[in-house]
């Protein structure tokens, strides 16, 4: 550990624990929102009214900076809760299991979405709502990996092993992400091939691709502050018995 | 670190490991079936299927599509820039069919060796430009064939 600085494992050690943890995020979450309005108006300004219509789409083209974005944080997402499950089996840090689990939902709505912006774009673009093809069918079994982590998590009563087993099943399903990634080279499906995240230059147009990126950094904006406001009340919820839960909520009540 | 805790951490290395390894060949045995599409050239070659329904994948040819009786009915040469099947389709096409796009068709072969597609979808191709880049595009290559 001594490659890395005092501060910084200071800093981490801090915000292991959870009253720490409790009382930064309370004050870091006004930056946050005003960050994710600002970039949120931003990219979808330039993205529904500054980028320029496609040439073959037209504006149906426009669902990407909606569709793409969710598709990358369902992915994204996934991981988040798979490292940090894997922290709390190895380490038992009480907080990254939190993290973990208050994932599960924000990351089965960004599927959720990626699937139906998908299948309304696919309708007048392709000729057909829905295809079982690679990327369609991996990204679907991602929706249910989600869903089945929720259902597990709520159907274990004690939380420390509820944590545990949602754990092993999060990490067993991080197979599935360099599936749906790699899909589109790997197999023919209908689903076009990477746009942004190829190795040469991407295949779209820079006035479009800004508003892209936009997008993608306040959907990251959004789960930070979705996730904190669930990790918060999922902190809560655990620690209710603990001494400093309640000492906060005796001098709240004066 | 822990002895403890070391030992997890190599319990989910190795979990992460056979769960991938086990994957990577349930995968590989079935990487025909996940196949979307067959391409033209396994047409010809006679992998696809005689007598079921399966799917041909390909690009329109430039210059193929033709309506024979005035009709519904259109036919149209795909292509994988290796060898040609003539696709013959009744019904409305998608609005990003066009020649030189890719489309997946399904439908089956008839005994003359022309696929009866029953529904053709176009595929979009990962491309993104305002229409201006496209033409100045394409001016540059009509200059660059004139040379």
Do not use: C
Request: aromatic share 12%; no cysteine; charged share 15%.
């Amino acid at each position: 550990m001594f490659l890395i600085p005092d501060i910084v494992v200071r800093f981490y050690h801090r915000m292991a624990s959870p009253p720490h943890y409790y009382a930064f995020t309370q004050k870091i979450m006004p930056w946050l929102v005003v960050i994710f309005v600002l970039l949120t108006a931003a990219g979808l300004y330039g993205g529904l009214y500054l980028a320029p219509a496609d040439y073959q789409q037209g504006d149906s083209y426009r669902i990407i900076y909606i569709h793409v974005p969710s598709a990358w944080m369902s992915l994204f997402i996934y991981m988040v809760m798979a490292i940090t499950g894997a922290i709390g089996l190895v380490w038992r840090i009480k907080l990254a299991e939190v993290i973990s689990i208050s994932s599960a939902p924000i990351g089965a709505s960004f599927t959720f979405i990626a699937l139906v912006t998908g299948s309304l774009w696919g309708k007048p673009m392709w000729g057909t709502w829905w295809v079982w093809d690679a990327r369609l069918t991996s990204e679907l079994i991602l929706l249910f990996l989600y869903l089945g982590v929720i259902g597990l998590y709520g159907a274990i009563d004690d939380k420390k092993i509820a944590s545990k087993s949602v754990a092993i099943l999060a990490i067993v399903g991080v197979v599935n992400i360099p599936i749906i990634h790699y899909s589109v080279e790997w197999w023919n499906t209908l689903h076009q091939g990477p746009t942004v995240t190829k190795m040469d230059k991407p295949s779209i147009h820079v006035s479009m691709l800004i508003p892209l990126l936009l997008m993608a950094l306040s959907f990251k904006f959004y789960y930070l502050i979705a996730l904190i406001q669930r990790s918060r009340v999922e902190l809560l919820n655990r620690e209710r018995h603990s001494q400093w839960v309640k000492t906060m909520l005796s001098e709240q009540q004066q | 670190m822990k002895p403890a805790r070391k030992q997890r951490l190599i319990l989910i290395g190795l979990m992460v490991v056979g769960v991938s390894v086990a994957t990577g060949f349930a995968l590989k045995s079935f990487n025909d079936n996940l196949m979307y599409f067959f391409s033209t050239t396994d047409v010809i070659e006679g992998k696809a299927p005689k007598d079921s329904l399966f799917r041909l994948g390909g690009m329109v040819i430039k210059g193929s599509v033709e309506r024979p009786n005035d009709g519904m009915m259109v036919r149209f040469k795909l292509t994988d820039f290796s060898k040609d099947v003539t696709v013959e389709y009744t019904g409305i096409l998608p609005d990003l069919f066009r020649e030189g796009q890719g489309i997946v068709a399904n439908g089956k072969l008839n005994p003359q060796g022309v696929f009866i597609a029953e529904e053709v979808l176009a595929k979009h191709d990962e491309n993104y430009m305002p229409p201006e880049v496209k033409q100045s595009l394409k001016n540059q290559s009509e200059k660059g064939k004139g040379q």
